[in-house]
């Protein structure tokens, strides 16, 4: 979940103090894992993660209640996101040893019925979908972000920045060529976000396979094929994000500046790779600092925060990110995996989880890792294919050549993520449940993206806003019965 922030402007002097203090956490973070100061215990391995949802009407329309459906909720996981139409919830993680996957699907679904009921009693109903399809573009302006000071104020330093409005440009099966004054249409990204605690001496092995896996992910996970009422990419939350908090104009597009919602250039060697980056590309959006010195901290045997080098790296917002978190006075890394989207139910969001997280077992630590073998090029574009066609995308895999995204899952993927949850320790029933849902979309073609284009396609001679309507509708009815999106029945 996002740091709240106080509503304030920033000085000149302000950056630099910042400036310097990033750089004064980054000695001490490279400290830390010169004197292996982090927590780690192998073998004992915990699924965490988040899950943005929308907010509906009892019509499928974008409701703005997100601070009376938090009201009514009432639970300290459940948070703000960027759009009155957007609640978080953070879900604490979860072994995954033995019916660990089916516990946390469990709770997930407990969680979220308790959260319907509330939010039924203010007029709202909560959506898992990448993009919610009857969201229009007079929904996303400065006025619908959150009432959070954090959002108004990340908003006037990104559009400080650029000088000018968001341009939104994607062109699928159909064209959008928008501005926009506001991030707003960030909020239309609803995300499902994976988290991996590992050893700072694995961490970089990690994230190189998270990034290598990324277009597989997408491909048979994609669920947001409709946006502003117009049909674009089997997954257009991948380009919609990338360009909704974008704070370069034209001019240092041009001359390469690096984009703020990025993949990254290069397959890294240590996680301080990853934030040293962030120091040195990206300039300060929130140049807060806090009083805390680091270095001090340390000295007396202190576990720093790190505040200045956290809150940077939050608005640094790569596909999969890295966290520095101390807990109980004691530090550790994760991997944030980022490239998912909400929904359609839960059983599809553990069987997504339940795939990576047994592939994270088994890349890391191949004896030739697939990071050696491809391009890091290969795999950004892999990611992008991906979005634009779902499993009908050719991607790249060492030793396969390019192949359909379908092909590369069926045949070597979804054997090593098997390998991988054994070797996790996860029971055979809800390891074969979590990987026979992911080899049923790709057998079948059906994900999230495909039944809801389906089911536009199969209304004719209605205004295209009611069809996206009534399909919403329907979308939420079968994502209530908790089933997987193969077995819903054809629109």
């Known amino acids: 979940m996002g740091r709240d922030v106080p509503a304030m402007v920033f000085s000149r002097d302000d950056r630099r103090r910042y400036r310097d203090k990033v750089r004064q956490c980054l000695d001490v973070f490279a400290q830390m894992l010169r004197e292996s100061r982090f927590e780690f215990e192998f073998g004992r391995p915990k699924a965490g993660l988040e899950i943005e949802l929308n907010l509906v009407d009892e019509r499928g329309e974008p409701a703005m209640k997100n601070a009376e459906v938090l009201a009514a909720i009432a639970e300290p996981d459940w948070a703000t996101e960027l759009g009155q139409f957007n609640v978080e919830i953070n879900v604490m993680p979860e072994s995954l040893k033995r019916d660990g996957p089916a516990r946390l699907e469990r709770a997930l679904r407990n969680r979220l019925n308790h959260a319907e009921e509330r939010a039924r009693t203010v007029g709202g109903h909560m959506v898992m979908i990448g993009i919610l ?3 229009r573009e007079s929904d996303v302006h400065e006025g619908t972000l959150s009432a959070n000071p954090r959002y108004k104020l990340l908003n006037e330093q990104i559009f400080d920045a650029r000088g000018e409005d968001l341009h939104l440009s994607i062109m699928g099966d159909e064209a959008l060529d928008t501005y926009a004054d506001s991030i707003t249409p960030e909020a239309a990204c609803t995300s499902t976000q994976l988290h991996l605690q590992v050893s700072p001496d694995t961490f970089a092995a990690h994230w190189n396979a998270a990034q290598a896996v990324a277009g597989p992910q997408v491909a048979v996970a994609a669920n947001s094929p409709f946006l502003f009422g117009r049909k674009l990419w089997q997954e257009t939350r991948i380009p919609l994000f990338e360009q909704a908090t974008d704070t370069r104009p034209v001019e240092l597009k041009t001359q390469g500046v690096r984009p703020r919602v990025w993949f990254g250039e290069r397959w890294i060697t240590s996680v301080f790779d990853l934030f040293e980056e962030n120091a040195r590309y990206f300039p300060a959006l929130l140049p807060m600092c806090e009083d805390a010195d ?35 006075g004691v530090p550790h890394l994760r991997v944030e995996n980022r490239v998912l989207p909400a929904g359609p139910s839960v059983a599809d969001i553990a069987a997504n989880a339940g795939f990576y997280y047994g592939l994270m077992r088994v890349l890391p630590y191949a004896e030739r890792p697939v990071w050696t073998r491809m391009s890091f090029a290969a795999a950004e574009d892999n990611l992008h294919a991906a979005a634009r066609h779902g499993l009908d995308a050719r991607l790249y895999w060492p030793g396969l050549g390019e192949v359909n995204a379908a092909e590369l899952i069926l045949r070597k993927l979804l054997p090593l993520a098997c390998e991988g949850l054994d070797l996790w320790g996860v029971n055979p029933g809800p390891r074969d449940r979590m990987l026979e849902i992911i080899e049923r979309r790709c ?45 819903w029945p054809s629109p």
Do not use: C, F
């Not at 270095?295 to 007396?300: F, T």
């Not at 080098?309 to 596909?319: F, K």
């Open 133 to 135: 399809p009857t969201l």
């Open 443 to 487: 057998v079948t073609g059906r994900t999230g993206a495909s039944w809801q284009i389906d089911a536009v396609n199969g209304q004719n001679g209605l205004d295209r806003h009611e069809v996206l309507r009534r399909m919403t509708l329907r979308y939420i009815e079968h994502m209530h019965t908790n089933q997987p999106v193969h077995t």
């Open 294 to 328: 680091p270095h001090e901290e340390l000295a007396r045997g202190v576990v720093p925060e790190l505040g200045e080098l956290t809150l940077h790296n939050g608005t640094v917002y790569r596909w999969n990110r890295p966290v520095y978190a101390v807990v109980d």
